[in-house]
T-cell receptor
């Protein structure tokens, strides 16, 4: 179990630039989640994939955000035209959920810390 | 809407003393409740969950949590705190839907002093 890997660990960008983050989940995990965490707050759900299908996207996620999970393996989260309010820790989590299971534990990566100047 | 509240930003406890980190929840239907811990520069780690059954749930690293339906609480406990338990603790509830989407509390920082 190599764990959930996220790259880069830190990203500093200027307002208006595009950024892309990558998440490599645990290999046998079929479910993948993106969360966002700001200082003093708990993680907030952004989006969910079951295999390659993106099944839910939070209303928090503006049109500037897009996520993909091609072939049901790694996932990318892209933010276009970044704003200072996008500064946060972006967390990826994965899990193996069978059928209608809804209580399996999530495995989180260490996150990508985004700073928008 | 499902939600959890962690009323304490920080809990301080002396090593060897019992610790409690509080969590209350608001859900429609039966709650699925979780505790996760976040150490510096590391991802959140699962500690324990309550789905159904015994109100006292045992988890990793000697932690346990007590589900109390009448008080809508799910407090995290440990009989004897260690300095290494110092971390950020998050309570979470599963949101409605067909997968394990979690709604997290704001977190409680636990500081265990030697």
């Amino acid at each position: 179990d190599t764990g959930v890997s996220q790259n880069p660990r830190h990203k500093i960008t200027k307002r208006g630039q595009n950024v892309t983050f990558r998440c490599d989940p645990i290999s046998e995990h079929n479910r993948l989640y993106w969360y966002r965490q700001t200082l003093g707050q708990g993680p907030e759900f952004l989006t969910y994939f079951q295999n390659e299908a993106q099944l839910e996207k939070s209303r928090l996620l503006s049109d500037r955000f897009s996520a993909e999970r091609p072939k049901g393996s790694f996932s990318t989260l892209e933010i276009q035209r970044t704003e200072q309010g996008d500064s946060a820790m972006y967390l990826c989590a994965s899990s193996f959920g069978q059928g209608g299971a809804t209580n399996e534990k999530l495995f989180f990566g260490s996150g990508t810390q985004l700073s928008v100047l | 809407a499902q939600s959890v509240a962690q009323p304490e930003d920080q809990v301080n406890v002396a090593e060897g003393n019992p610790l409690t980190v509080k969590c209350t929840y608001s859900v429609s239907g039966n709650p699925y409740l979780f505790w996760y811990v976040q150490y510096p520069n590391r991802g959140l780690q699962f500690l324990l969950k309550y789905i159904t059954g015994d109100n006292l749930v045992k988890g990793s690293y000697g932690f346990e949590a007590e589900f109390n339906k009448s008080q809508t609480s799910f407090h995290l406990k440990k009989p004897s705190a260690l300095v290494s338990d110092s971390a950020l603790y998050f309570c979470a509830v599963r949101d409605l839907g067909g997968y394990n989407k979690l709604i997290f509390g704001a977190g409680t920082r636990l500081a265990v002093h030697p």
